[in-house]
């Protein structure tokens, strides 16, 4: 899917900002098509925001079902003769657009873009539309994430969710008009490039597909002065570069494949794609960026900010990304979910490594066992995740391969977290979610991130992958305040997924609830010093075995969860407090990593 941009043949317009909302059952509604009419009350919602910490208000926070957007929106005259375009970054879990009264796109899955055609749907330019979106924050067992829907003691709906973050939901990124030529023009493009083993050429695969019609092409690799390095005319093709710039690790330099499409002479579009020059192989147990090893620093981090929920803002997301730098790491994981795009156009220019993850969270009924109740049926079974639940994984990950496929950034995708992968069916269940996943991405490595209750030896799925993620809580969950035994254990277990499989691991997740300003001495769990000497005590073992390739903390800040009796205003495992505010691990962070770095030119 290609990403909205505007050139001199495209145009993009902004629906951001505040729309009426409502939620559907307001007892003001008087129709059931909330389409048809304006909405009734008169509250506003920004948009990008998630809608529930927006109002303090238990009924909208806790809301169980749809929400309603709206907006006039006057389609701009000078966009006569060109095809428009709604195009929704995400609808967190479900959304359906409205123009006027007529349904245009409805869309499942609430991490991933969709858009309508509102030019075929008859829209013209200068008139006036209303446009109404309905976003549904409902899970099923149907849905990835999955959850239930259960009827409390009052009748009452409630949602029951199955991973530990807030069910924040509405249109937390942009809404954008955008037009393309009416008739040929560039519908998609993917690229994948290659590095020479000694770094003397670099490839860059192309394959473009035109839409609406037939045309000729010119697909030029600029550099970044703007001189072209390499051209072609066809719409599949190899370009060679002697000498390439390479994209890597904090070295973020982006050619741009400019395309060009024309009919009877005259150009009718033009496209322009960031690209960056790198490869990803795996080596045994090593992770090669440019047939260099790469050592991920980082952490599992989540979209989750106060009053906008998982709301996309550029100040926040730069300095994100700038605490990230100033501790030295190099990499993170989009854990739970595709991120906003934007983070990673940010990471393509800034030479971020990432770890794209699927919104399979949850797959998992014995998870915790306490922490969200005992339940007795099988993960993969018709009870829970069964092959509708698979479909829907299925279409999760062709989404974001189809979104993401393009980013120099991403390095790996992984297609679920902590899944109950020890269980009867697992196998059946992911195997073909694996071989989907390099079908639709032969060139990058799949991985998942594995939980404690799948051992080495139970566990039925980590052979089918390339890497493995694991996530491990000793010393927290289990062991707690004891960090020597702790280690012994952490040490053991590592050990033996390295002997068995002989391939990366990555730790995924290690980290410990922190309460900022609490300190102790001797270091007791929650405070400051116990988070500190707990990350210590987990880097002295990773560097006891070769086969871990990376550290990803978790988390990068502490972030909203669900109610419950072992969370306090959420979940507190990050290295920086919810307003960014860094607790004292992040500078034992900070001298292992060796802090602020440079961008090479
Ligand atoms: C893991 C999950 C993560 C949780 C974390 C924790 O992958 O989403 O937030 O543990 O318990 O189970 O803090």
Redesign the pocket.
Known sequence: MLKVIATSTREVKSLNGLWSFALDTDPKFTSSSPWESTLPGNLECPVPASYNDIFPNHALRNHVGKVWYQRLVRIPKSWDGQRVFIRLDSATHEGEVYVNDRLVVKHVGGYTPFEADLTSAGVKAGEEVRITIGVDNILTRHSIPPGELQKNELGKTVQIIR???FNYAGLARSVRLYTVPLDVRVGDIKVVTDVEEKGGSGTVKFDLKLEGGDGTVTVDLVDRDGKIVTTSDSCSGKLTVPNPKLWGPGQPYLYNLSIKVSTTGNVVDEYSLPVGIRSVKISGTQFLINHKPFYFKGFGRHEDLTVIGKGHDDGWMVYDFELMRWTGANSFRT??YPYAEEVYDYADRHGWIVINEVAA?GLNLH??GGIFGKDERDTFSDEYCDATTQETHKQAIRELIARDYNHPSVVMWCIT??PGSQEKGAREYFQPLVELTKQLDPHRPVTF?N?GMALPDTDKIADLFDVIGI?R?FGW?SETGNLELAEKKLEEELKRWAEKYKRPLVIC?Y?A?TLAGLHMNPAQPWSEEYQCEFLTMYHRVFDRIEAVVGEHV??FADFSTGPGIIRVDG?K?GVFTRDRRPKMAAHTLKNRWGGLWEEAK
């Open positions: 991973h530990d973050f854990s739970h969270v998870l915790g977290n902590e991130t939980m996530n809580y969950y997740e980290g609830d978790w988390n979940n495992k």
